[in-house]
């Protein structure tokens, strides 16, 4: 049997990158996947890949800033699977550019997605977990809640805020059997990850092979973050919580 046998887990962000690597991987351990993702093509691309392994999958296309698109996503899992008991809060993106030049169209579109949908999937799916007694919840924060980082002031201040809202859920709903961490990538061999590495460069910031090797030995596996989020999704961390899980190979360690 696998870690999440017969769990329901919803996977924000779940079509590419991490979240990809997730919903393949809490299908394999058992449970039954609902991606919302906006980037339909991709979703359906990994719902595909997932069955064909012999997984349970759905997709559900949202923008998850919106709280109408959210609230529709996750009552179209609940009809498909029943209410979730895993919650992998893993959508969101960054703008990089010098802190001078960041608009407020920019602060607050990035805040809306990687904060404000935090918020908006957590509280859409809190209900369901408390009624059937309890459930886990994980969070995509980064080494970046702790670390900053020139030309990403924006990016780091919303992932500080992520960092703290699990925190703060986690306290706020143990006494009913509700479980929220944090997972925290380093650099990963993402789009988003590629993309930051080659933006910061750009932009006049090392962020060389020759760099990361300093900062983190090498760069990150979208799959060793996986493994992360299954470990604090699993009934395996069950006295784990309010926790941040750094993956990043020693970066906010040195």
Known sequence: MGRLS?????????????????????????????????NEAAARVTVDSIRASGGIAEAFIADVSDEAQVIAAVKGADAAFGAANVLFNHAGT????????????EWD????????????????VLPGMIAQGGG????????????????????????????????????EFRDRNIRCNAVCPGFIRTP??????DELTRLGVDASEAAL??????????????????????????????????????????
């Open 6 to 38: 017969g769990k329901i887990a919803i996977i924000s962000g779940g079509a590419t990158g991490m979240g990809g690597a997730a919903s393949h991987l809490f299908a394999a351990e058992g449970a039954r996947v609902a991606i919302i993702d906006r």
């Open 94 to 105: 960054i703008v990089i550019k010098p802190f001078l030049e960041t608009t407020l169209t």
């Open 109 to 124: 579109w990035l805040h809306a997605v990687n904060v404000r949908s935090m918020f908006l999937m957590t509280r859409a």
């Open 136 to 171: 886990a919840i994980v969070c995509t924060s980064s080494i970046s809640a702790v670390a900053g980082t020139p030309m990403e002031v924006l990016y780091d201040t919303t992932k500080g805020a992520v960092h703290m809202f699990a925190r703060a859920i986690a306290v």
């Open 192 to 197: 988003h990850g590629l993309r930051e590495v």
């Open 213 to 254: 090797a300093v900062q983190q030995g090498r760069i990150g596996e979208p799959e060793e973050v996986a493994r992360a989020a299954l470990f604090l999704a699993s009934d395996d961390a069950s006295f784990v919580n309010g926790t941040h899980l750094f993956v990043d190979n020693g970066f906010t360690a040195a």
